[in-house]
């Protein structure tokens, strides 16, 4: 088929525009990954020094080695990133949460009615869904953005929220069986404005981000982008998320394959892949996951549209998956695929359905308690080596005498 990038704007079929646009557009599109500088690698030495400490806790307190499992790998996962053993103690977590409609939902796809993404945007502002009572209890402040949302729960358009700073891209993504989600200038901006929040928020002090989407469709999105970028076929990703029956099911297959037939000529190309299926949310998280990564900055992956974020800014910046975890095992197919291209392994397995990233906020909450339980076990190995060599010294002052 023609590449709709290249009759558009002049671009090449790995999706770069060339003739036909002004240099400055050309260059700004081309500038999203050489733009992006250099990813860091997290400081294996202090996962070492971590590693060794977590040993000589265990054999201090009588434990067996590796008997706090996946604990010991989150610590001295943290040490890595952190550059620090003992790591430190996760102070400020946030949680950027992307609301964008999905033009591929007018499919029938789904049982909600018109405006459900912008109902569960006010749910979450309310604290009234289980991604705003997990975030509340892990200590995850949430930062809710209009990206491209397009319908409300009473039909007008946009959200409510204030964009004063100017996040929102467009109003509702492409219907991606029959059109692009963005185009490429709405791609390049929705890509920065990811990086644009990644740092506001770092510069604001947080520690540790959880990208996340508010989207009806979303996971279909995701879907086509992780076939498109694993060469999978449509019934390899889709999933029956709310339990629908057999025809709605049957529905989502043929709009997915609809869609990967128009999104598999740009699989090279991952900004592509992302400008042509994924849409403002998922190009906007793949921004933020880049950013953090380049600012040594943890995160945690939750759900098929960031996991499938991630699989595509893993492909724009290569090596920035060491920054990430992946928080729960989402048994959406696209995730799963997703997660285990990235060689990342879930921390839990709570069979979390909803494709939001709620996981993320349960895992977060072992993440930090492995902080603590490096923490409190360093002071009682402590006290344990120090009441050993008491002991040690009564046992030779009664053998002197």
Known sequence: MENPLTAATGASSAGEPTAGVSPAATASWAGVSANIGEVPEPDAAAAAVEQAAAHRRAR????????????????????????????????????ILLAADHGIAEAGLYPWPAGATARRLAAVAAGASPLAVLARRAGVGLRLVDIAL??????????????????????????????????????????ATGRRLADEEI??????????????????????????????????????????????WMLRTAAIRDALRRTRPFAPDARSVLRVAGGADLAAIAGVLVQAAVRRTPVIVDGPAACAAALAAERLAPGSRAWWLVGSDCP???????????????????????DDGTGAFAAAALVAAAVETAADLDAAAAEAGAAAGEAEADVDAADIT
């Open 60 to 95: 201090a307190l009588d434990l067996p080695r590796g008997s706090l499992g996946k604990l010991s790998e989150v610590a001295a996962w943290l040490a890595a990133v952190q550059g620090t053993s003992p790591p430190r103690p996760i102070t400020r977590a946030r949680a």
């Open 150 to 191: 397009g319908v409300t729960a009473d039909g007008g358009a946009g959200t409510g929220l204030p964009d004063d700073e100017g996040y929102r891209v467009r109003a509702g993504n492409g219907r991606i069986d029959q059109d692009d989600a963005l185009t490429v200038a709405e791609a390049e901006r929705a890509f």
């Open 203 to 248: 510069d604001a002090g947080a520690d540790l981000l959880i990208p996340g989407a508010l989207g009806v469709g979303a996971d279909t999105a995701a879907a086509v982008v992780v076939a498109a970028l694993r060469d999978h076929e449509p019934i390899d990703v889709v999933d029956r998320g709310d339990g629908v029956d057999d025809a709605r």
């Open 332 to 354: 959406d197919p696209a995730a799963r695929h997703a997660a285990e291209a990235l060689s990342l392994s879930p921390l839990v397995d709570l069979k979390i359905r909803v």
